[in-house]
C-alpha cells in the first residue's frame, strides 16, 4: 500500500482574524483553511469588527452582580493604565445605587458559574472618560492567576468607567 500523502500545510483563520499557518486537518473548521501553500503574511483572515465599546464614549452600562461575556479582539488602546502595561482595551459604565466597596474582576472564583477570562488582564476605574484613575489592578486574581480583581470606594449615584484591557498587547 502507498503511503498515504500528507496534508496540505497552509493559513488558517480564527475567528478573531489571527492567522496561523497548520496542516489542513489542524484548522478548527474547513472552511477557515485558505489552502495548501497559502501564507499568513499579509493576514488573508477577515478581521472582526471593533467591540461597539471600544472607546470610553461608547462605555456599555453595566450592573451589580452581572456577568459580562466581552471581547477585545481588534480594540484599540485608547488610554494606558498607570499600574502596569496594558494593551486593548473594552470600556463600561456603572453606577452604584448605594456607596460602598465595589469588586471589579476578571478573576474565576468571584464570578458566577460561567465566568472566565482567558487572556492576562488589567482593570482600571476612572471617575470620567478623561478623568482620573481611582483604582488599578495587574494580575491580583486567583484564577487564572494572570486574572484581575480590585475593590475601590464608589459613591452611590455617581457614574464611573471602567476599563478592561488585555495586558501589553493581548487581545481576545
Known amino acids: 500500500t502507498p503511503p498515504a500523502c500528507p496534508s496540505p500545510i497552509g493559513a488558517c483563520c480564527n475567528p478573531n482574524g489571527l492567522c496561523q499557518t497548520l496542516v489542513e486537518g489542524s484548522c478548527l473548521a474547513p472552511k477557515l483553511f485558505q489552502g495548501g ?32 461575556t466581552s471581547n477585545n479582539y481588534n480594540a484599540l488602546t485608547e488610554r494606558a493604565a498607570e499600574c ?3 494593551g486593548a482595551d473594552v470600556w463600561y459604565k456603572y453606577r452604584p445605587n448605594s456607596s460602598g466597596t465595589v469588586i471589579v474582576t476578571t478573576d474565576n472564583m468571584h464570578v458566577p458559574a460561567g465566568g ?27 484564577a487564572p492567576e494572570l486574572s484581575s480583581l480590585l475593590s475601590v470606594e464608589l459613591t452611590a449615584g455617581s457614574t464611573y468607567f471602567i476599563r478592561v484591557a488585555g495586558f501589553g498587547d493581548e487581545g481576545q
Open 37 to 68: 501553500g497559502s501564507v499568513c503574511t499579509p493576514n488573508p483572515c477577515p478581521q472582526p469588527p471593533r467591540p461597539p465599546n471600544d472607546l470610553c464614549e461608547n462605555a456599555q452600562w453595566i450592573a451589580d452582580s452581572v456577568t459580562i
Open 84 to 86: 502596569t502595561h496594558s
Open 116 to 142: 472566565a477570562t482567558s487572556i492576562d488582564t488589567a482593570l482600571s476605574v476612572y471617575d470620567a472618560c478623561d478623568g482620573t484613575e481611582l483604582a488599578c489592578d495587574d494580575d491580583a486574581g486567583d
